[in-house]
Every structure is written in C-alpha cells, then in structure tokens.
C-alpha cells in the first residue's frame, strides 16, 4: 500500500513525481491532465495548507471517479477563499449550505442520486474541524450510523479560522487562540479536553476511517483511492497546517504537517470496520520540541524561563501515540 | 443586465482574482553549481553524466559522451581518479558519497565494450600544434585541439604512449588494456603520434615542423635522491625507475627484504609491486605521521591489507650492503620531525627511494622570458608559458601532481591555445553559486546506502599483478548513479508543482524547462522553494 518504497529511485515515493517512475507510480499530482479542482485565484492565505489538502483529495477522487463527482461544503474558511460571490473556484458540482448540515446535505445529495438511478455519480462531503467535530457533529454521527454513501473528509486546522482562531474541539493543548489565551498556570487551550474524531468514526464500524497529511501525497491519495473503492459511509481526516492560526511561516506549511506525523503527534493510519488496517511509520523520529517551536501559537512554551513541564506533557500524549498506535518502524528507529 | 433579485454581479470563475498581486517574494528557478562539479579537477559535468546514466539504456552512452566532453579518459579515471568529487558529495552528510568514480569506469568500460567512437566536431582549422608528451595531459590537450579542427603532432621520448600513467602506475591499479584503448581513441581522431622522438628544443621544434603552437607536458620522470652515507654494496633505486621497468622486458630484481623510504602514493605502489614481485617484507618509512602523509587514505590502507609495513617517525640514516640503519624522529610543536639519536638496523635487499620526482626542463633552455620556479614552469592563467604561443601544464607546472589536475590542464590548455591561435581570449563561464547541503531538503530522497565495488582475493593481491578493484554489474551502476541527490539543479521531480496550493506552477514539461512559476497566481508563500528536495528554486523579493 502507501509506503512501498521504490528505493532504486533518487526521491522513490517521497516527492510527488519522478521522471523515472512509471506514469502509474506518480502522484494524480504530477499529471498536468490533473482535474485541479480548486482552482487559481482563491483567495487563501499564503501557504494554506487547506487549500492544498482539498485540492490533493478531490483530484484524486475525480480521478477515481472519471469526474463523476459533487461535493457537499460546511460554512468554513474552504467555504468563504473559494467562493466570494461571483466568484467560484472549484471546477466540479458544488454546493454549499450550513455551517453544521454538510454531513446531512451530502446524505441527502446520495439519495437524490440513487433515487434516480445515477449509481456512476459519487458524493463528497467536507468541511474543517469545527463544521466537522463541532458544529455538524451530530449530522456526521447520523450520516454514519445510516450507512449512506458519502465520503466525509474533514481538514484539520485546530480552530475556528474563518472567523478569527478561536478553539474547537480539536485544538491542542496548549496551544494559543483567540479564546485559548497563553496566560496563567495552564496557558492555552487546557488538558484534558477535545476529542478524536477518527477515533469516534471508527466506533460506528462504517467501512473505512482514514487520517492522512499533506506532507505525504503518496499516502494521501492511496486513501481517496480505496475509500472510492467502497461504498457506504467513510471518513477522512487530514491534517493540515495554517500558517495565520498557528503563527507559522507560510513556506513551513508541509514541513510542519510532516513534523506533526514524525513527532508521534498526529498518528497516521486507516482503519476498516472499526479495526485499524495499516499505520504510517515514523520515518525519522523527532521531539515534539521540534514542531512546536515551529509555530507561534506555542510561543509561550519558549519564554523566559521555558515551561518544560508543559512541553514535557506535550510529549507524553506524542508518547502515548507512538505507544498506542505503534508508529515506530520495527527495530526502532532507524 | 437583467439580474436576479439582488444580484448585481456576474457569476464567474475565481481566474478572475488575480493573486499574484499578493506577493513580496517570488519564487525563481535557479541553476545552482554542484559540489562534485566543482571539485573536479578535469571541469566534468558530473551531476550531468549521472543524470542521464539514470535512465540506464541508451542514456549510457549519452552520459560517456558527456564526460568525453570534459576528459578523453573515461575508464582510467574510473580506475585512478583520487576522485574529490566524492569527497565534497552532499550524499556523505545523508548516508554515504555516491559512487560517481565507479559509475565512470562502468560508462568507460561499456564504452570500450561497445565501440563507442568520438568524431572531430570542427572543420579543418589549417593550423598545427605540437604536443610535447603522451601523458594524461598532453593526449588531453591532443584530444581536444584535434577535435577543435587543428592539426595535432605529439612527440614523446618513451617507447609507449601514456606517460606516468604507464610508467608510475602499477597494473593492478589500471590495467594496459583500457589504457591502451582509451589513448587509441584519441589516435584515430587523426592525431600524429612520434614515439621515440624526444624534444631536445622547443623553438626547434616548433621551426622544423611549421607548428603555430606548442603544448609542452612532459612530466616529471626524474626521481628525486637524498643524500644518504651507503657503503659500495648497498643496493638503492629509485621509485621511479623501479615502477616504469614493470613495463619493460625484465622485472626489476628487488629481493626478498625491500624498504621505501618516502611517504607518497609512489612509496605506496612501490612498496605493493615488491610484494607482488615477492618480496616477503615491504616496508616504508616515513619520517613523519600518518595523518601529514601525502599518500591517499585508500592506498595506504590497501598496502597495509596487502602486508606492506609502516615505519613511522623514521629516517635512514645509513646504508650499507644488506643493511640500513633508521633513526626514531619525534615531532616539534611545528609539527616538523626532529632526530631523537635512537638508532635501529634493518636488514634489506634493495632501497628504494620514493621521495618525489623532478622535472627534466632542459628543452625549454634558450627560450626567451621563461620563468622556472622550484623545478617547475610558471604558467600565466590560460596555461601559457611567458613565451607566447607555448603553453605547459601537467606535472611541469605548478600544482598537485595527479592523473586528473593533468587532464584537466590538457583540457584548459586546449581551450586558451585554440582561442589564442583565432586571436582572441579565452573567457570561462561564470560560476554558479555552490549547492550546499543546507539548501537542500533531503526528506524526499529514500535511503539508500552505497554499494560497494567488489575487491580482488588478498591473496592474488599479493601475488598477481590483476586488477585489485573490480567494476559495477549494470544494475549497480544504475543503481550508484540514482543516487545523485542533483543538488542545485533540477530534476523533474515535480514536488513544486505538486505542492503549490494555488495551482500556479505549470508544468512544460520542456527539456532544460520542466516547469514555469505563473506570477498571475503565485502568492509568494515558497513551499515550492522550501519544499524543492535539490534546492534549484531561490525566493527573491519584489521590487514595489
């Protein structure tokens, strides 16, 4: 599956192309006939890795699906870059509802189209974590445990961005936000709060829960593949950075998602059936010091004196992680 | 316009909304100048070479025909290079060099193999130049001016073409087969070749045969000799001698117990042919330590696999028949070797001194504002000697003394001599700047350690004169060559173009021009930049 390395060749699997690879070995990334379905002129931050992220997952589902695809949106920042009336940047069927109904409007999209017999048409529905985890949870959890025929992809950038960084349930602890803010004993978002979301996908035993970031498009687009290969409900959660919510440099997008998996900090797996299938393996492991020092939101860690408590218990949940989900190659680390 | 309710706009696409606008740096496709390029010391290309060698296939032959480019000497360079490419490979801070000396002896053998030929690419320039020396430099300088379109004659004073590279390196190292080869090759260019010819003057020389220039390598043949008391019976040789009668009829007769005294590669070969003439003890003394030994690492450690001993901190002090005597030194705070009067004997059959080689000048006598320093040739920046119209290079002229630095003299030479007889100068490009490791983004490249090039038995080492270091299969060469990190300089991997979240590289897909930025949309974030695994893009700020 996705990391079958292909060592002969200068980059193998790691980068998005190779003249040297078989046209089938390359990412849908590298082909210029790619359907680029988010297209130019969004308006984007410098360096979204949302934008990133929904283009490599729609790509690859358009090309799974010989274009026969419509997508369902949650109000968000994928909403409001793409689409500043008149203007639209998506090149396939889109629309747009609520901020907390794009589970339920994707539900309903798939019953239009079995109703009318178009069994060659797939549907999408998608949002960031706060329309996802928060907002829509509910919708999610209905569309779920119905079984309709919807891939949910959400993007995850830990916090309301649209509307200002402000937490939501898949914020850090820790970390900075509006509403989050790095004062008192416990600066930041507290411990102890937030939850799973793959984790929860996967204990309604639908067919396929998948993470993935945009620091492995090989990954990445393996699993838009297998989940189109299946129907009913599938989930797919990918990590992607903001460098305007996290206080990262807009070029550190995909470096910070690749030190997000390295770290044991966000684990990356897919899973069927409620079981977990196949891990992605920390390649060169790394202290979680790493990727935070990366990102303004963790500043205050790094003041004068350091709270190395607080880093230190960063730690133990990328611990935890690594633990849990077995992310280190056998034989430990290389 | 006749809208909907409330609708005063027309709905379009967001290619409307030029993004471009947006940034403060843009980012640009450079060309960046690899470490191993720059460490050549015959100018090769080789990020080039290997490029297309990764193809396998037909790109073999492309690739030799770009090293022929640079260096006429494909497999001996394979096979003798001290390749300081290798040394300065990014790869090492990864996992390991790549193998590039290995893979250009498996492109100059396959080119043997195959036949592949090489055709003069000028038309007839009608003007003649001699070539003083069939060394690595002068058959470089040969091979280039006679494919430049000049007529070319070279004279050597020996009865083989080659020059040291027949007579100061042993077989085992390179064998006659290849040499002979790769020197036919530049032959059949339409090069003249006098052997037995040796110059006794240039300007001569030059009258005689009408030449309109001249390049003058001969080489330093002459070993150098230190005074040491020895009664009448020692027997003591120099390196010199010693490795260029390997070539003659008879094998030098050194004996069963053979000391060299000196610290150099010579020392080393000299020390490895007597073991393998049979000498059951080798041994060279060094009067300093191991780590200011001139010699290369992998031939002192190949003697010393092979047996040859290593007497450091020693000089002779004394040889009589059958018997030298060595003084222990100790080093100074300057780091130079002191006598400490601790006296030792050994026993030996014949001394050989490896103590470096001197350069025999005396066809350069009478000519006019030739400057000659410590033994050598002083040789402005194009190679040419204060004497216009003679050029030198090689071994006769300033710098290190090794197979590579001589070919690439040969080359330059060429180059200034051929610009020189059009009557203009030669001007080098201008260097790009150095792809360091740090501008490189090694995530993308997979591990993959070195392969390693099979040795010869210790056993046949010691006894034969074979071939001690044998080539790459195909699939390992191909393997060696894909290992190229291409620091600096494009390789169509298509991560910026994968990674832009504004879509706003275009892939052309263009030999030379793989993709292009599109400034309409690029909002200046440099994920391409920090994400390129070879560093061939640059952010450079806007000008508002």
Known sequence: MPDAQTKLYQVGTFAVGNRLLSPDERSVQAGIERSNTLTCGHRACQGCGEALGARYVLDAAMRATQGRLIAANATGCLEVFSTPYPESSWQLPWLHSLFGNAPAVATGIAAALKVKGRTDVRVIGQGGDGGTMDIGFACLSGMFERGDDVLYVCYDNEAYMNTGVQRSSATPPAARTATTKPVGDEPGNVFGQGKSAPLIAMAHEIPYVATATVADLHDLEAKVERAMELHGARYLHVFVPCPLGWGSAARDTIRIARLAKETGLFPVFEAEHGEITTVSKIRRPLPVEEYLRAQRRFAHLFGDPPRTDVISRIQARADRNIRRFGLLQDGGPS | ?544
């Open chain 2, 1 to 544: 316009m006749d809208k909907p309710f409330a609708i005063t706009l027309d709905v379009g696409t967001s290619l409307a909304n030029k993004t471009g606008s947006w940034r403060t740096e843009r980012p640009v496709y450079v060309d960046r100048l690899p470490p191993c390029n720059h460490a050549c010391p015959a100018g090769e290309n080789i990020q080039q070479w290997l490029y297309d060698a990764e193809e396998g296939g037909a790109g073999y032959e492309r690739a030799w025909r770009r090293i022929m480019e640079d260096n006429p000497f494909p497999a001996v360079m394979g096979r003798v290079c001290y390749h300081p490419c290798e040394t300065s490979c990014n790869r090492a801070q990864l996992d390991n060099a790549v193998g590039i000396n290995s893979v250009e002896r498996f492109l100059g053998d396959e080119a043997i193999r195959e036949g592949w030929r090489i055709d003069v690419a000028a038309p007839s320039s009608g003007k003649r130049v001699l070539v003083v020396g069939a060394g690595p430099s002068g058959l470089s300088a040969a091979y280039r001016l006679a494919r430049l379109g000049h007529d070319v004659t070279v004279r050597d004073a020996g009865p083989t073409p080659g020059g040291m590279m027949r007579f100061g390196i042993p077989t085992y190292r390179l064998t006659r087969d290849v040499l002979d080869a790769e020197i036919q090759r530049i032959l059949d260019l339409g090069v003249t070749l006098h052997l037995n010819s040796k110059v006794t003057s240039i300007l001569d020389a030059m009258q005689e045969g009408h030449f309109d220039a001249a390049f003058v390598a001969v080489g330093a043949h002459l070993g150098k000799r230190a005074y040491i008391p020895a009664g009448d019976a020692a027997k003591i040789l120099d390196a010199i001698s010693v490795l260029r009668s390997m070539e003659g009829e008879e094998r030098p007769k050194l004996g069963r117990r053979v000391v060299v005294y000196g610290g150099g590669n010579t020392a080393m070969d000299v020390a490895r042919t007597a073991k393998r003439l049979g000498a059951e003890e080798a041994v060279v003394v060094y009067r300093r330590t191991r780590d200011r030994m001139p010699a290369r690492d992998l031939e002192v450690e190949e003697a010393e696999e092979e047996g040859v001993l290593i007497k450091w901190l020693s000089t002779i002090k004394q040889a009589d028949g059958g018997r030298i005597v060595l003084e222990r030194m100790e080093l100074d705070e300057t780091g130079f070797p002191q006598p400490t009067g601790e006296l030792e004997e050994l026993e030996v059959d014949s001394l050989v001194l490896a103590l470096g080689q001197d350069t025999d000048l005396s066809l350069l006598d009478g000519v006019p504002e030739i400057e000659v320093d410590d033994g050598v040739v002083k040789v402005g920046p194009s190679m040419m000697t204060g004497y216009p119209g003679i050029f030198a290079g090689g071994d006769m002229v300033p710098a290190e003394r090794t197979v590579t630095v001589a070919i690439g003299h040969g080359k330059k030479a060429a180059r200034c001599i051929d610009a020189w007889l059009r009557g203009v100068a030669y001007e080098p490009a201008p260097k790009h700047e150095l792809a360091d490791f740090e501008l490189l983004n090694t995530w993308y490249y997979a591990d993959a350690p070195r392969s390693v090039q099979p040795q010869l038995e210790l056993a046949r080492r010691q006894s034969t004169f074979e071939e001690v270091t044998g080539g790459l299969e195909e699939s390992t060469a191909l393997y060696e060559a894909r290992r190229c990190l291409s620091c600096g300089n494009c390789f169509s991997c298509d991560n910026c173009y994968g990674v832009c979240p504004d879509n706003a590289v275009i892939k052309l897909g263009k030999p030379g021009e793989p993709y292009a930025i599109d400034y309409d949309y690029c909002k200046g974030c440099g994920i391409c930049a920090a994400e390129c695994p070879c560093g061939a893009i640059a952010m450079v700020p806007e000008t508002i």
